[in-house]
């Protein structure tokens, strides 16, 4: 049984960081993509960012520049490391694990408010 399990969210200021760890237990399966989704209240759940076993990566463009995703292969990780927050990054994150079969994670509330 695979499981995603997130940490690292919590409340931070506008212009803070906070850095978000994601860890699969399990088999996932290679070649494998990993990303981030949020979903704000009242709103969709959209992408964030995600990088491909290459390590090609591809961000929302609200967060281009500001956000960074890496991934480590040998601890079966995904991170994303958030600078310069705004209010309207406020959602709860969810990590996403995807080969063969999609896998995720509880979702951790990220606030970004003065």
């Known amino acids: 049984q695979v499981q995603l399990v997130e940490s690292g969210g919590g409340l931070a200021q506008p212009g803070g960081s906070l850095r978000l760890s994601c860890a699969a237990s399990g088999g996932i399966g290679s070649p494998n993509v990993r990303g981030w989704y949020r979903q704000a209240p009242g709103k969709d759940r959209e992408l964030v960012a995600t990088i491909t076993s290459s390590g090609n990566t591809n961000y929302l463009p609200s967060v281009e520049g500001r956000f960074t995703i890496s991934r480590d292969d040998s601890k079966n990780t995904v991170d994303l490391q958030m600078n310069s927050l705004k209010p309207e990054d406020t959602a709860v994150y969810y990590c996403?694990?995807?080969?063969?079969?999609?896998?995720w994670g509880q979702g951790t509330q990220v606030t970004v408010s003065s």
């Open positions: 996403n694990f995807r080969s063969m079969r999609t896998y």
